[in-house]
T-cell receptor, first 114, second 108 residues
Framework: DAGVIQSPRHEVTEMGQEVTLRCKPI?????LFWYRQTMMRGLELLIY????????DSGMPEDRFSAKMPNASFSTLKIQPSEPRDSAVYFC????????????FGSGTRLTVV | GENVEQHPSTLSVQEGDSAVIKCTYS??????FPWYKQELGKRPQLIID?????GEKKDQRIAVTLNKTAKHFSLHITETQPEDSAVYFC???????FGKGTHLIIQP
Protein backbone atom coordinates (compact mmCIF):
# COMPACT_ATOMS: atom_id res chain seq x y z
CA ASP A 1 0.00 0.00 0.00
CA ALA A 2 1.39 3.39 -1.01
CA GLY A 3 -0.15 5.11 1.98
CA VAL A 4 -1.83 8.50 1.88
CA ILE A 5 -0.51 10.47 -1.06
CA GLN A 6 -0.44 14.25 -1.08
CA SER A 7 0.61 16.66 -3.78
CA PRO A 8 2.40 18.89 -4.19
CA ARG A 9 5.03 18.43 -1.46
CA HIS A 10 5.95 22.09 -1.56
CA GLU A 11 4.04 25.07 -2.90
CA VAL A 12 5.18 28.65 -3.04
CA THR A 13 2.65 31.14 -4.27
CA GLU A 14 2.00 34.84 -4.26
CA MET A 15 -0.63 36.42 -2.08
CA GLY A 16 -3.98 36.51 -3.83
CA GLN A 17 -3.39 33.42 -5.92
CA GLU A 18 -5.51 30.28 -5.77
CA VAL A 19 -3.91 27.21 -4.22
CA THR A 20 -5.15 23.63 -4.59
CA LEU A 21 -3.84 20.82 -2.44
CA ARG A 22 -4.57 17.22 -3.34
CA CYS A 23 -4.93 14.00 -1.41
CA LYS A 24 -5.41 10.34 -2.24
CA PRO A 25 -6.43 8.32 0.83
CA ILE A 26 -5.59 4.69 1.48
CA UNK A 27 -7.86 2.44 -0.52
CA UNK A 28 -10.75 1.21 1.61
CA UNK A 29 -10.49 3.96 4.21
CA UNK A 30 -13.80 5.73 4.61
CA UNK A 31 -12.67 8.71 6.68
CA LEU A 32 -10.53 11.53 5.33
CA PHE A 33 -9.18 14.44 7.37
CA TRP A 34 -7.45 17.71 6.51
CA TYR A 35 -5.18 19.23 9.17
CA ARG A 36 -3.05 22.35 9.24
CA GLN A 37 0.14 22.48 11.29
CA THR A 38 1.92 25.63 12.44
CA MET A 39 4.34 26.29 15.27
CA MET A 40 1.90 28.63 16.99
CA ARG A 41 -1.31 26.64 16.70
CA GLY A 42 -0.10 23.05 16.40
CA LEU A 43 -2.23 20.54 14.50
CA GLU A 44 -5.67 21.95 13.74
CA LEU A 45 -8.48 19.94 12.22
CA LEU A 46 -9.92 21.82 9.25
CA ILE A 47 -12.53 19.39 7.94
CA TYR A 48 -13.25 15.71 7.73
CA UNK A 49 -15.29 13.47 5.45
CA UNK A 50 -17.00 10.13 5.95
CA UNK A 51 -17.85 8.20 2.80
CA UNK A 52 -17.10 11.34 0.75
CA UNK A 53 -19.58 13.45 2.75
CA UNK A 54 -18.29 16.42 4.78
CA UNK A 55 -19.11 15.77 8.44
CA UNK A 56 -17.53 18.69 10.27
CA ASP A 57 -16.06 21.77 8.63
CA SER A 58 -16.11 23.97 11.72
CA GLY A 59 -12.32 24.18 11.64
CA MET A 60 -12.19 25.78 8.22
CA PRO A 61 -10.84 29.24 9.05
CA GLU A 62 -12.94 31.28 6.67
CA ASP A 63 -14.74 31.30 3.36
CA ARG A 64 -11.47 31.44 1.47
CA PHE A 65 -11.02 27.76 2.31
CA SER A 66 -13.04 25.01 0.65
CA ALA A 67 -12.68 21.23 0.46
CA LYS A 68 -14.22 18.60 -1.74
CA MET A 69 -14.22 14.86 -1.99
CA PRO A 70 -15.77 13.92 -5.34
CA ASN A 71 -15.02 10.22 -4.87
CA ALA A 72 -13.51 7.77 -2.40
CA SER A 73 -10.00 8.11 -3.80
CA PHE A 74 -9.53 11.86 -4.11
CA SER A 75 -9.93 15.05 -2.12
CA THR A 76 -8.89 18.66 -2.62
CA LEU A 77 -8.37 21.60 -0.30
CA LYS A 78 -8.55 24.95 -2.02
CA ILE A 79 -7.56 28.38 -0.76
CA GLN A 80 -8.76 31.36 -2.79
CA PRO A 81 -7.40 33.98 -2.44
CA SER A 82 -4.33 32.90 -0.48
CA GLU A 83 -2.77 35.10 2.22
CA PRO A 84 0.65 34.99 3.95
CA ARG A 85 -0.99 33.78 7.20
CA ASP A 86 -2.08 30.63 5.36
CA SER A 87 1.55 29.52 5.25
CA ALA A 88 1.72 26.17 7.05
CA VAL A 89 2.08 22.44 6.50
CA TYR A 90 -1.21 20.91 5.42
CA PHE A 91 -1.68 17.23 6.20
CA CYS A 92 -4.25 14.87 4.84
CA UNK A 93 -4.99 11.70 6.82
CA UNK A 94 -7.29 8.75 6.37
CA UNK A 95 -8.78 6.12 8.63
CA UNK A 96 -10.76 2.96 8.14
CA UNK A 97 -13.60 1.32 10.01
CA UNK A 98 -15.52 3.35 12.55
CA UNK A 99 -13.12 6.29 12.38
CA UNK A 100 -12.15 5.74 15.99
CA UNK A 101 -8.79 4.44 14.98
CA UNK A 102 -5.41 5.98 14.48
CA UNK A 103 -4.98 7.98 11.36
CA UNK A 104 -2.44 7.43 8.63
CA PHE A 105 -1.04 10.79 7.63
CA GLY A 106 0.27 11.80 4.26
CA SER A 107 3.66 13.47 3.91
CA GLY A 108 2.08 16.90 3.95
CA THR A 109 2.19 19.94 1.69
CA ARG A 110 4.37 22.81 2.86
CA LEU A 111 2.63 25.96 1.66
CA THR A 112 4.40 29.29 1.59
CA VAL A 113 2.44 32.38 0.58
CA VAL A 114 4.62 35.41 -0.13
CA GLY B 1 -15.69 21.61 21.42
CA GLU B 2 -13.02 19.44 22.96
CA ASN B 3 -10.02 21.06 24.63
CA VAL B 4 -6.81 19.03 24.98
CA GLU B 5 -3.98 20.26 27.20
CA GLN B 6 -0.58 18.60 26.90
CA HIS B 7 2.38 18.94 29.28
CA PRO B 8 5.25 19.52 29.27
CA SER B 9 5.95 21.34 26.03
CA THR B 10 9.60 20.28 26.20
CA LEU B 11 11.08 17.31 28.07
CA SER B 12 14.76 16.47 28.28
CA VAL B 13 15.83 13.14 29.79
CA GLN B 14 19.04 11.15 29.97
CA GLU B 15 19.30 8.15 27.69
CA GLY B 16 18.04 5.11 29.53
CA ASP B 17 15.74 7.06 31.83
CA SER B 18 11.95 7.14 31.59
CA ALA B 19 9.83 9.90 30.08
CA VAL B 20 6.22 10.74 30.92
CA ILE B 21 3.95 13.05 28.94
CA LYS B 22 0.51 13.99 30.24
CA CYS B 23 -2.69 15.17 28.59
CA THR B 24 -6.03 16.31 29.93
CA TYR B 25 -9.27 16.64 28.02
CA SER B 26 -12.58 18.33 28.64
CA UNK B 27 -15.25 16.24 26.88
CA UNK B 28 -16.31 13.32 29.04
CA UNK B 29 -17.79 11.66 25.93
CA UNK B 30 -14.32 11.14 24.47
CA UNK B 31 -13.52 7.45 24.34
CA UNK B 32 -10.54 7.03 22.04
CA PHE B 33 -7.08 8.43 22.76
CA PRO B 34 -4.21 7.97 20.31
CA TRP B 35 -0.60 9.11 20.59
CA TYR B 36 1.53 10.15 17.63
CA LYS B 37 5.25 10.62 17.14
CA GLN B 38 6.50 13.19 14.67
CA GLU B 39 10.14 13.36 13.72
CA LEU B 40 11.54 16.58 12.31
CA GLY B 41 10.20 17.28 8.85
CA LYS B 42 8.11 14.11 8.75
CA ARG B 43 4.49 13.12 9.16
CA PRO B 44 2.89 12.22 12.51
CA GLN B 45 2.78 8.46 13.02
CA LEU B 46 0.54 6.55 15.38
CA ILE B 47 2.55 4.79 18.09
CA ILE B 48 -0.11 3.61 20.55
CA ASP B 49 -3.75 4.19 21.38
CA UNK B 50 -6.20 3.38 24.13
CA UNK B 51 -9.96 3.12 24.36
CA UNK B 52 -12.04 4.17 27.31
CA UNK B 53 -12.86 0.65 28.45
CA UNK B 54 -9.17 0.03 29.21
CA GLY B 55 -7.05 1.64 31.92
CA GLU B 56 -3.61 0.79 30.57
CA LYS B 57 -2.00 -0.53 27.43
CA LYS B 58 1.61 -1.49 26.77
CA ASP B 59 3.67 -2.07 23.66
CA GLN B 60 7.29 -2.91 24.42
CA ARG B 61 8.88 0.25 25.87
CA ILE B 62 5.82 2.45 25.55
CA ALA B 63 2.63 2.44 27.59
CA VAL B 64 -0.42 4.61 27.91
CA THR B 65 -2.60 5.02 30.99
CA LEU B 66 -6.09 6.50 31.11
CA ASN B 67 -8.05 7.93 34.02
CA LYS B 68 -11.55 8.67 32.71
CA THR B 69 -12.76 10.03 36.02
CA ALA B 70 -10.05 12.66 36.12
CA LYS B 71 -10.08 13.03 32.32
CA HIS B 72 -6.39 12.61 31.82
CA PHE B 73 -4.12 10.15 30.06
CA SER B 74 -0.37 9.74 29.90
CA LEU B 75 2.34 8.32 27.67
CA HIS B 76 5.20 6.48 29.35
CA ILE B 77 8.44 5.64 27.56
CA THR B 78 10.94 3.49 29.43
CA GLU B 79 14.63 2.91 28.71
CA THR B 80 14.70 5.89 26.38
CA GLN B 81 16.96 5.78 23.33
CA PRO B 82 18.27 8.51 21.00
CA GLU B 83 15.74 7.51 18.33
CA ASP B 84 12.94 8.41 20.74
CA SER B 85 13.80 12.09 20.23
CA ALA B 86 10.78 13.64 18.46
CA VAL B 87 7.61 15.62 19.07
CA TYR B 88 4.82 13.58 20.62
CA PHE B 89 1.14 14.47 20.27
CA CYS B 90 -1.83 13.21 22.20
CA UNK B 91 -5.36 13.40 20.82
CA UNK B 92 -8.89 13.15 22.22
CA UNK B 93 -12.43 13.70 20.91
CA UNK B 94 -12.19 10.33 19.21
CA UNK B 95 -8.80 11.31 17.88
CA UNK B 96 -9.93 14.52 16.20
CA UNK B 97 -8.43 17.13 18.56
CA PHE B 98 -4.68 17.18 19.16
CA GLY B 99 -2.62 18.54 22.02
CA LYS B 100 0.07 21.12 21.25
CA GLY B 101 2.83 18.54 21.38
CA THR B 102 5.83 17.68 23.58
CA HIS B 103 9.34 17.97 22.24
CA LEU B 104 11.19 15.03 23.78
CA ILE B 105 14.97 15.32 23.82
CA ILE B 106 17.09 12.31 24.76
CA GLN B 107 20.45 13.38 26.11
CA PRO B 108 23.28 10.89 25.39
Amino acid sequence: DAGVIQSPRHEVTEMGQEVTLRCKPISGHDYLFWYRQTMMRGLELLIYFNNNVPIDDSGMPEDRFSAKMPNASFSTLKIQPSEPRDSAVYFCASSGGTGKRGYTFGSGTRLTVV
Amino acid sequence: GENVEQHPSTLSVQEGDSAVIKCTYSDSASNYFPWYKQELGKRPQLIIDIRSNVGEKKDQRIAVTLNKTAKHFSLHITETQPEDSAVYFCAAADGLTFGKGTHLIIQP
